[in-house]
T-cell receptor, first 114, second 118 residues
Framework: NAGVTQTPKFQVLKTGQSMTLQCAQD?????MSWYRQDPGMGLRLIHY?????ITDQGEVPNGYNVSRSTTEDFPLRLLSAAPSQTSVYFC?????WGPGNTIYFGEGSWLTVV | DQQVKQNSPSLSVQEGRISILNCDYT??????FLWYKKYPAEGPTFLIS?????DKNEDGRFTVFLNKSAKHLSLHIVPSQPGDSAVYFC?????????????????FGRGTQLTVWP
């Protein structure tokens, strides 16, 4: 009963380094997305995908890349890490997009950029 | 531009009493609303939702009320238990990718920290 799995749970990066946050779901969900949570800010959408091969930008996409080669996986790439990207990242998925489709979240990835 | 607002960052309630968490929204296109609960170091977990065609939805101790004319919803927890202590996020979803929105996007409030004390 894995649901949405994110790795790594914790990561420290130096400014300018790149890395990939992994996300996988085993529920055959079409819709996947990445959010970041900053203190006092709620969750903000970074990128989303409505199916394999289809991605689009959310509210705060700058500095991040995504791809969706399979239904199960939706990795988030930080191209050149900056201290402003220090945050908690949540991957989420749902059966489809639109109202009535409950979105399920992973446990989060804590990223610190120094 | 915060389209979903939770104006109370914290709420403290005695065990057994009612907890009422409030949420306001500004976008009249929103037609589906959700509450998520989040414990420290965990991801948000879905709690309860309501469609805009309803004004109330109940699930055990949790009831969500929606007042569309006031663009306001609230989550009632009765009776409150210490295990309910968590951050509660209100979220809203629009039916389509209209201007300023994104397919399937959840618009989150900033959360309310609920503390239930014995």
């Amino acid at each position: 009963n894995a649901g949405v799995t994110q790795t790594p749970k914790f990561q420290v990066l130096k400014t300018g380094q790149s890395m990939t946050l992994q996300c996988a779901q085993d529920m055959n969900h079409e819709y996947m997305s990445w959010y970041r949570q900053d203190p006092g800010m709620g969750l903000r959408l970074i990128h989303y995908s409505v199916g394999a091969g289809i991605t689009d930008q959310g509210e705060v996409p700058n500095g991040y890349n995504v791809s969706r080669s399979t239904t199960e996986d939706f990795p988030l790439r930080l191209l050149s890490a900056a201290p402003s990207q220090t945050s908690v990242y949540f991957c989420a998925s749902s059966y489809s997009w639109g109202p009535g489709n409950t979105i399920y979240f992973g446990e989060g990835s804590w990223l610190t950029v120094v | 531009d915060q389209q979903v607002k939770q104006n109370s960052p914290s709420l403290s309630v005695q065990e057994g009493r009612i907890s009422i968490l409030n949420c306001d929204y500004t976008n009249s296109m929103f037609d589906y609303f959700l509450w998520y609960k989040k414990y420290p170091a965990e991801g948000p977990t879905f709690l309860i939702s309501i469609s805009s065609i309803k004004d109330k939805n109940e699930d055990g101790r949790f009831t969500v009320f929606l007042n569309k004319s006031a663009k306001h919803l609230s989550l009632h927890i009765v009776p409150s238990q210490p295990g309910d202590s968590a951050v509660y996020f209100c979220a809203a979803q629009s039916p389509r990718a209209d201007r300023g929105s994104t397919l399937g996007r959840l618009y989150f409030g900033r959360g309310t920290q609920l503390t239930v004390w014995p």
